[in-house]
């Protein structure tokens, strides 16, 4: 769905920029110390058996559970590259190995434990602590020298990384000063932020600001637990009637392709998408004021309830190549949002006519080349907008099991097979 152009400019001002910028920040895992805290930043310190094995769990979780990102960027340090390495050989993609994005540098104190130091510089110690902001170790840095590498190294960077996703694999005080720099938090707040080893944080960055998705995720948390299913490694869910799915993402994803090769193999029907319909039938988007616009999202929404309640009633099931909660996303995307009380029961609406479905396929943005066809928008950025929208609608009101996050998959043979393996309507 393109954007309108007839909006006035200072509605069209007020629209969140298409072009974000996803970071996924993860920490390494934990470091063999002896036994002892230490002061470490630029030491190279080699991993615990315990830091391998949430590395190892980082790594899964990365490649089965996020999109594919354009590259990993690492910190150069051992502890980093342990867990970056097989992160891009796993994914595919490149790797870049970056100094400036290693731990604060603790000079003098380097790899030695804080006991030790105690007694060697006493108040030196005590006066690091009462302004760790500002107090540097001899020859080190302050957290605040810390905090300006990392903005300095986003302010270089963020031109060339703009508009696409990144895996950045770095420490825990890199992530602290990326926290504050992003959300206009003081660093002398830092501490507040604690993501945990092998962990992961997500921040949505456009001109518009910045959005904080995740903070210091368990990666080794969100693996499967018993009786519980991520969504990519959910078991089949095994029917006995004909399915009811529903497909979502952005244009250029290929849900009409697969949703028409499912209805096909398992003789029900196919639901197309209202708003391509229109388009085709010669619908002007440019033609229609802002609440024609916010009117019609209402009608497609509408209309596809009413042909998945009607597909049931004579089929027992449908494979739509929209979800109702995608029509959700649309209303927050266009900004239809100023009248709460509708917006609250839109998202009610959209999330109740969700249950019906069996599942809901969520197809990955970026593996499939956005063509041009006179009637979707050709800006590959605007349809990422929508695209990060509706995963974090998809992600917060479909239960893990229902909600089936389709990797990297190219070709419809392969991705039939992969929502088959998941899907099992009665034989």
């Given amino acids: 769905m393109s954007q309108p152009t007839s909006y006035d400019r200072v509605t069209s001002a007020a629209m969140v ?25 630029h030491t190279d310190l080699h991993l615990s058996e315990k ?18 990102p354009a590259g990993v960027i690492s910190s150069d340090l051992g502890r980093c590259r342990a867990l970056a390495e097989p992160l891009a050989e796993a994914l595919g993609v490149p790797l870049e190995l970056d100094p400036r994005l290693r731990e604060q540098h603790m000079g003098a104190w380097e790899n030695q434990a804080w006991e030790d130091l105690q007694h060697r510089y006493g108040t030196a110690i005590n006066d690091y602590w009462s302004d760790y902001l500002n107090t540097a ?19 270089l960077r963020e031109p060339e990384l703009r508009g696409r996703r990144w895996f950045v694999v770095t420490h825990v005080g890199v992530i602290r000063s990326f926290a504050c720099h992003f959300l206009g938090v003081p660093l002398g707040d830092a501490l507040r932020f604690a993501p945990t080893h092998g962990s992961h944080t997500h921040f949505l960055l456009a001109e518009a600001g910045a959005t904080c998705a995740t903070m210091g995720e368990r990666t080794d948390a969100a693996r499967p637990r018993t009786g519980v ?12 009637r004909p399915p009811r799915l529903a497909l979502s993402g952005s244009a250029g994803t290929g849900k009409t392709t697969l949703a028409r090769a499912l209805a096909e193999r398992w003789g029900v029907p196919y639901l197309d998408e209202g708003m391509r319909r229109r388009l085709e039938a010669g619908l002007d988007l440019h033609s229609l004021t802002p609440e024609e616009f916010r009117q019609l999202n209402l009608d497609l929404r509408d ?15 449908f494979v739509s190549d929209r979800s109702a909660l995608d029509y959700a996303a649309f209303w927050l995307v266009y900004r239809f949002v100023d009248d709460e009380a509708v917006t609250e029961q839109v998202m009610r609406a959209a999330v109740e006519q969700a249950l019906a479905y069996d599942a809901v396929v969520l197809l990955p943005w970026g593996v499939l080349p956005l063509v041009a066809d006179g009637v979707r928008s050709p800006n590959r950025w605007r349809q990422r907008h929508y695209q990060a929208t509706v995963e ?19 070709g419809l043979s392969a991705r039939m097979q992969w929502v088959e393996a998941r899907v099992r309507p009665p034989t």
Avoid: C
């Fill in 303 to 317: 209309e596809q309830s009413q042909r998945e309640q009607e597909a049931i009633r004579t089929h027992g099931g």
């Fill in 51 to 68: 830091g391998r094995v949430t590395n190892g769990a980082a790594v899964e979780f990365a490649t089965t559970r996020l999109p594919l």
């Fill in 229 to 240: 299913a991520t969504p990519s490694q959910s078991p089949a869910r095994r029917l006995d």
């Fill in 17 to 41: 920029s298409p072009e974000v910028t996803e970071l996924h920040l993860f920490r390494h895992g934990k470091v063999d110390v002896g036994g002892r805290r230490r002061a470490y930043g």
């Fill in 137 to 155: 170790p001899d020859g080190g840095e302050s957290f605040a020298d810390l905090g300006a590498r990392v903005a300095e190294w986003w302010r």
């Fill in 392 to 410: 974090g609608l998809l992600r917060r009101e479909v239960e893990p099991g229902r909600l089936l996050e389709m990797p990297a998959i190219d």
